[in-house]
């Protein structure tokens, strides 16, 4: 099992519908989770942190669930802007390992 | 404003020869840089982990006489891939972490082509 999973897409969805994504991950004792914006052919940038109370930040909506392992994103209102590769990161003692990615392309 | 400064951002050589990529830490002293690979649709891989003045830690199967790391200062990373071949096209990215516990910041990437 992979350490990180996620589900690569790509998820096409209409301009200012809500769509969201998912990752699990394999080592119980991880402890922080981050999401990652990456654009084709540039850096990963943060997104956000995620806590186990959730996290919101405007449109996006950050969830970690520890007993089943899985960290969640949700994007209301996508926007064309919004099409990128997003990245879920899983951080441990001294180890960081991200996600293969989901892509998201959101159409006109 | 950018953080981290990585250079260049593309690059194609020919098969046999090296390249060396920056990554320069630009408002802070970084204890810590990481070095990443991300070939096409996969995630990034980390190759090495460098502190500042000692020996690079290499993760398996990657080989530190073909990747040669130097961090030599607080502020400056070098990854060097020597004698390139086609198969080590990717994007090579770095991450810079001021010290334990705080945010890392990547730098801009750079894309190696081996031709």
């Known amino acids: 099992r992979k350490e990180v999973e996620q589900d690569p897409g790509p998820f096409n969805v209409p301009e200012g519908a809500t769509v969201a994504f998912n990752c699990t991950y394999s080592n119980s004792a991880s402890q922080s989770f981050f999401w990652y914006r990456q654009d084709c052919r540039k850096e990963p940038k943060l997104l956000m942190s995620v806590y186990s109370s959730g996290n919101e930040d405007g449109r996006f909506t950050a969830q970690l669930n520890r007993a089943s392992q899985y960290i969640s994103l949700l994007i209301r209102d996508s926007k064309l802007s919004d099409s990128a590769t997003y990245l879920c990161?899983?951080?441990?003692?001294?180890?960081?390992?991200f996600g293969i990615g989901t892509k998201l392309q959101v159409i006109p | 404003g950018a953080v981290v400064s990585q250079h260049p951002s593309w690059v194609i050589c020919k098969s046999g020869t090296s390249v060396k990529i920056e990554c320069r830490s630009l408002d802070f002293q970084a204890t810590t840089m990481f070095w990443y690979r991300q070939f096409p649709k996969q995630s990034l891989m980390l190759m090495a982990t460098s502190n500042e003045g000692s020996k690079a830690t290499y993760e398996q199967g990657v080989e530190k006489d073909k990747f040669l790391i130097n961090h030599a200062s607080l502020t400056l990373s070098t990854l060097t891939v020597t004698s390139a071949h086609p198969e080590d096209s990717s994007f090579y990215i770095c991450?810079?972490?001021?010290?334990?516990?705080?945010?890392?910041?990547f730098g801009q990437g750079t894309r190696l082509t081996v031709v």
């Open positions: 990161v899983v951080e441990g003692y001294q180890k960081v390992t």
């Open positions: 991450r810079v972490r001021q010290g334990p516990n705080t945010e890392a910041f």
